[in-house]
């Protein structure tokens, strides 16, 4: 094979072939197809996309190049659950323990934020104490006891993603369907889960801003999933504006545990609670009343259980930043409108999250949400209160913020229900 010759093909439109598609992703993680062959294919399939085959078989290559888990020697059923990313999305904190109190492990391989995303390991990094690094055999015990696991995803799962994602966030080619399924899918079946939900966020704040779109991301994820012979479901949930009513790494972690102790916002409670009944369906463990378990304390014990195993310790005071700033309702209503992209921008601005991999976040950076679309606000009042430790940052992170939030003067509503889909 000849990677000019591969590059070509998709350019005019063909279809790649299996064999020319393990080819080119295996010599491109050995290092023999460089770096900018790779990017023009990656910007001829973005322009002429892929068909179902194809993203199966570029899939299966991306699993082939590196390590594959097996949790089929567990004493309990697998699942998790992937979210495409969104602004205040701390799910999977309260999500983990409650699946795991009904004997169901959960293996909660995460990532760190890039952009105006948050990373779950970055929320509970503020913990004092806890560690995001296991190793294979640690991971394997604590999926026995406590049961469930948020860590680290270690180097060797999908090496050609790690190396082709790089790729496509410098080259224009991250926001591509056939290439974002399958690196997500990738990592998620090389990680050995029997069981997927997937949260496919669709609005301003998420990769998908339109439903049609994030419905065929979902399709075609679950349609991978399947074929591995992972049991996969999709919900398809509302992004448009934050999820709860925190952003920022411990300000998240703060609300995750009023969930945890049968409060928190709900938002948060509905889609926690509807991810954890997918999930232990897809498990083969369904019908349990999963809120009684938020309620009564099960959840929380846990949570302080899957806390400790980590070296984190659950009772002690998160950290709060050193400086705060209160935005006020310029005029009283009803706000319709709370765009997450610009939300999350302004807290990134803050120092919650990073530009580069390399960079610090700020454990107490971010926003407080006191009003939440949906909410009636009178002129004055708190709107949000923005944190960081460096003052210097407020500026910008307000200059996002102008405009991002509309209101009218009609009667309150709710904001009602954030699952679109199933
Ligand atoms: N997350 C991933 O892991 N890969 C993508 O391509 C997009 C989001």
Redesign the pocket.
Known sequence: FDAVDVIRAKRDGRTLTTKQIDWVIDAYTRGAVADEQMSALAMAIFLRGMDMEEIRAWTRAMIASGDRLDFSGLSRPTADKHS??GVGDKITLPLAPLVSVFGVAVPQLSGRGLGHTGGTLDKLETIPGWKAALSREQLMERLEDPGAVVCAAGPGLAPADKKL?ALRDITGT?DCIP??AS??MS?KIAEGTSALVLDVKVGAGA?MKRSEDARRLAEVMVDLGRSAGVRTSALLTDMSAPLGRTVGNALEVREAVEVLAGGGPSDVVELTVALAQEMLEAAGQGGHDVHAALKDGRAMDAWRRMIRAQGGDPEAKLPVAREKHVVRAERSGVIREMDALCVGIASWRLGAGRSRKEDPVQAGAGIVIHKQVGDAIETGEPLLTLYTDEPERFPRALEILEGSVTYDGLGPSGRGTVILDR
């Open positions: 495409t990313g994602y991250v290439l974002i690196s997500i990592k990769f």
